[in-house]
């Protein structure tokens, strides 16, 4: 990812913005200019809770470049309690004790880095709802 269009989506990287929809109510991770459910174009900006349930993960045991001090790791798709599902990393736990259903929260981490002397990058991850 370039250093410029990691600034532009840092709202949705660093807070969980989302926009609701103002006629529906249709939340939209990321923000979209047009609601998918009615057409409307005003929003109002809202922060997701970032908690959820499992819905479908994969563990990747061959990972691409810049990933590959990770390996073996799970990516997931989480439905948030808000309604709006998300695809994410999930670290902090052993993939292989995953399963589908697992209570799961975001937490802000490290991406990666641009290059050598570059730009860290944060976002988003998954992390097992300790209820906390």
Not at 23 to 48: A, D
Not at 97 to 115: P, Y
């Amino acid at each position: 990812m370039n250093v410029p269009k990691h600034w532009r989506e840092s709202p949705q990287r660093y807070r969980m913005e989302a926009a609701k929809c103002k006629q529906c109510g249709k939340i939209s991770f990321p923000g979209r200019l047009i609601c998918q459910e009615c057409g409307h174009m005003e929003y109002e900006t809202i922060n997701l809770s970032g908690k959820g349930k499992l819905e479908t993960f994969t563990i990747i045991r061959t990972a691409p470049s810049g990933f590959t001090d990770f390996a073996p790791y799970a990516v997931g798709l989480v439905g948030l309690d808000e309604g709006v599902k998300v695809l994410g990393q999930i670290t902090d736990c052993d993939p292989e004790t995953l399963k589908i259903g697992d209570r799961l929260s975001s937490k802000f981490r490290r991406m990666n880095e641009e290059g050598k002397t570059g730009m860290i990058m944060y976002s988003y991850k998954f992390v097992p709802d300790q209820g906390i």
